[in-house]
């Protein structure tokens, strides 16, 4: 099965060969289909590569804010006296119906 897929691989490379030899010089539209071709490459390359930086862009970000945010947690230390913030909303309505009765 290998040395079958070879020799269609063979028999392309030589029939592509011929085909360059006897077309020396493309036509004029083939030569503008392939520089739109290349030219579509490279934008295609130069977006990928913005998009590439971007994310790296966004993941310092990510990270130089959740360094900020482990610090202030850090140095936020909480009071025995002091609020921890609004309970939630169930154990607020649990308790208003408790001293309700």
């Not at 004029?28 to 990928?48: F, T, V």
């Not at 909480?78 to 309700?100: C, D, F, H, Y």
Request: net charge positive; proline share 4%; hydrophobic share 40%.
């Amino acid at each position: 099965m290998l040395s079958s897929h070879f020799d269609w691989e063979t028999r392309n490379l030589v029939k592509t060969a011929y085909m360059i030899a006897m077309n020396k010089t493309p036509s004029p539209e083939k030569a503008a289909r392939l520089e739109r071709r290349r030219l579509a490459a490279e934008d295609g390359s130069k977006a990928m590569q913005e998009i590439l930086d971007a994310a790296i862009a966004v993941r310092g970000n990510m990270a130089r804010l959740r360094a900020l945010r482990l610090a202030k947690e850090a140095n936020a230390v909480i009071e025995p006296g002091q609020s921890r913030g609004r309970r939630p909303t169930a154990l607020r309505r649990k308790r208003a119906q408790v001293n309700a009765q």
